[in-house]
């Protein structure tokens, strides 16, 4: 399988290798853009992520699901790298990134973080200005020009809708926004380094009923542009937002499915369970 | 009858540390009282903006200015000093060392032990490692040895508050595909209050330290003008008056010790204020 490739999987392939389905409702293919073979995770003696086979399509959002402990965020880690930063965890399997393995010797982490704009569970806003806060990404990959980094800044404000909010008061400290606003911050800082694919770790479980709103409004406004991958613990906002469910159980994809027909109607026993509420 | 011994449990622990609290605060109100009472009537500009002249352990005129610019250059230099080697280590055990990486623990261990050390052994070091490299008793010696006494309380409480923090600003910079030096940078500016705090409590314990300095920076009644030239300490200064046989001399010696408290306490809330402004920007 090459970078890009455009393929329609056979369902029941799909269900019994983990591997997403294209777009088998319409039919229609859609381009993909994580390819992820035979990713294993182990920290320290534990194996938290066991052969785990995804393909994650383009310019959707695809929400990760399951029980806490699961590997949902082992696995999210493992996109950008972030593993790399504690020696207890051993990765194997490769992750393709527009047919590239980031797990390759070649590999700079650097470029490989910058595609993956990072959405965090809590807010968590650098010590410094909220412009500091957007201008920072563009400033240590090397925009410098005062003007070019003033759009860049206000581009992205305006993109997430925060603009409006703190025009005014751009030079203060970011920490005096809402915890809502911080996330949005968060949000305008990360694409401000312009990745190609956004990842967010219950990025709204912090967050007040009309902030996750208008996150989850930016979500679906950004997948025109970008690949969001979600980790969520919520079923309602994967129902919501998400184009494609992966349901995640000790550490193994048991279904991944388009969402109505995840919803609707799920294949595995171990799905129906969890979404009944036998378990979380 | 649980009830009862429970409520006598929880009041008498009460008790117990509130007199604590009491006996702390009156310590330190008995210390500033002997030292005020007894060296306020000697306190006077003269004592600070004058060098000891002719005959000033012997009660005739002079101040101790040579001793507090002495005490500051000696302090200044070895926090300069310090803080250049301790937070590259501390950085690094923190942010650039895997967690639970044997060599930051054994970094920790080192700096522990050191921490420990009495300050005359520093100064013993010291006094061996001028005449090795053919020093003599000298402001750099005064430095380099203060330096050396401080050095394990900064990186000790540097460490403290760095592992204090949480891993998601750290994470946050990473994924913005910073590299661990740009991290750092910004790391230090939210860890800012923390580390005034780790240099206002090293600071503390070099200024007011004699031990070190007696072998090493030597005593002069006048103001060093080159690293070279041996440097008077307060410390120093205090010692000297006190030993003095002439109660005047003994009685500037109490008024040595406001300055050095005053010094100490002038430090303290200007760091404290930088801190605090700092901190607005802190998360």
């Not at chain 1, 392939?13 to 039919?27: K, S």
């Not at chain 1, 994809?253 to 979404?275: G, H, M, R, V, W």
């Not at chain 2, 503390?204 to 008077?232: E, H, K, M, S």
Request: hydrophobic share 45%; with cysteine; proline share 5%.
């Amino acid at each position: 399988m090459r970078a890009n490739d455009i393929q329609i999987v056979n369902m029941q392939e799909i269900l019994f290798t983990g591997f997403m389905p294209d777009n088998p409702v319409a039919g229609m293919p859609v381009p993909l853009s994580i390819r992820v073979e035979h990713l294993n995770v182990h920290i320290g003696n534990q194996h938290i992520l066991k052969d785990i086979n995804l393909t994650i399509p383009e310019k959707r959002i695809t929400c990760i699901i399951g029980p806490s402990g699961c590997g949902k965020s082992t696995f999210l880690k493992t996109l950008n790298r972030m593993h790399d930063e504690t020696r207890e965890v051993k990765i194997k399997g490769s992750i393709f990134v527009h047919g590239e393995d980031i797990y390759g010797p070649k590999v700079n982490v650097i470029d490989t973080r910058k595609k993956m704009g990072l959405l965090a569970q809590r807010p968590c806003p650098l010590p410094m200005s909220i412009y500091d806060n957007v201008a920072y990404g563009p400033r240590i990959h090397g925009l410098k020009k005062r003007k070019a980094l003033n759009q860049t800044v206000i581009q992205y404000l305006q993109y997430v809708g925060l603009w409006d909010e703190v025009r005014g008061r751009i030079r203060t400290p970011a920490t005096r926004l809402s915890i809502g606003q911080q996330q949005r911050l968060c949000l305008a800082r990360g694409l401000a380094i312009e990745p190609e694919y956004i990842l967010g770790d219950e990025a709204t479980s912090a967050l007040d009923p009309i902030s996750t709103k208008k996150i989850e409004e930016l979500f679906v406004k950004l997948k025109e542009k970008y690949t969001i991958i979600l980790v969520t613990h919520t079923l309602r906002q994967a129902r919501r937002i998400a184009d494609y469910i992966v349901f995640m159980y000790l550490g193994k994809i048991i279904e991944a499915a388009p969402t109505e027909e995840f919803f609707d109607n799920p294949k595995k026993q171990l799905t129906k369970d969890y979404l009944s509420g036998s378990f979380s | 009858m649980r009830a009862t011994i429970k409520k006598y449990e929880e009041g008498f622990f009460k008790m117990l540390m509130i007199a604590s609290a009491l006996i702390i605060m009156g310590v330190l109100i008995f210390i500033i009282g002997t030292i005020v009472y007894k060296g306020l009537p000697s306190l006077n500009w003269d004592m600070i903006s004058k060098l000891p002249g002719g005959g000033f352990y012997l009660g005739k005129e002079g101040g101790v200015l040579n001793a507090i610019i002495g005490s500051l250059y000696i302090v200044a230099g070895s926090l300069m000093l310090s803080i250049f080697l301790s937070v590259p280590v501390v950085m690094y055990i923190n942010f650039y060392l895997p967690k639970n990486s044997l060599f930051a623990n054994i970094t920790r261990f080192c700096f522990d032990i050191l921490f420990g050390v009495p300050s005359i052994v520093y100064g013993a070091f010291g006094f061996a490692l001028m005449i090795y490299l053919g020093i003599r008793a000298s402001l750099l010696g005064g430095i380099i040895t203060v330096a050396m006494l401080i050095m394990p309380i900064m990186m000790r409480s540097l460490d403290e508050v760095t592992r204090l923090l949480s891993r998601d600003l750290p994470d946050a910079l990473l994924s913005l595909g910073a590299t661990k030096y740009e991290m750092t940078k910004v790391i230090l500016r939210q860890l800012m209050p923390g580390v005034i705090t780790a240099v206002l409590l090293a600071v503390g314990r070099g200024i007011g330290d004699a031990a070190t300095v007696l072998f090493t920076a030597g005593y002069t009644d006048n103001i060093p003008n080159a690293l070279n030239q041996p440097a008077a300490t307060l410390p120093l200064s205090i010692f000297f008056q006190l030993g003095s046989p002439v109660e005047e001399v003994q009685n500037r010696a109490y008024a040595s010790a406001i300055i050095l408290t005053v010094i100490i306490l002038l430090l303290s809330f200007s760091a404290r204020y930088f801190s605090s402004k700092f901190s607005k920007t802190k998360i």
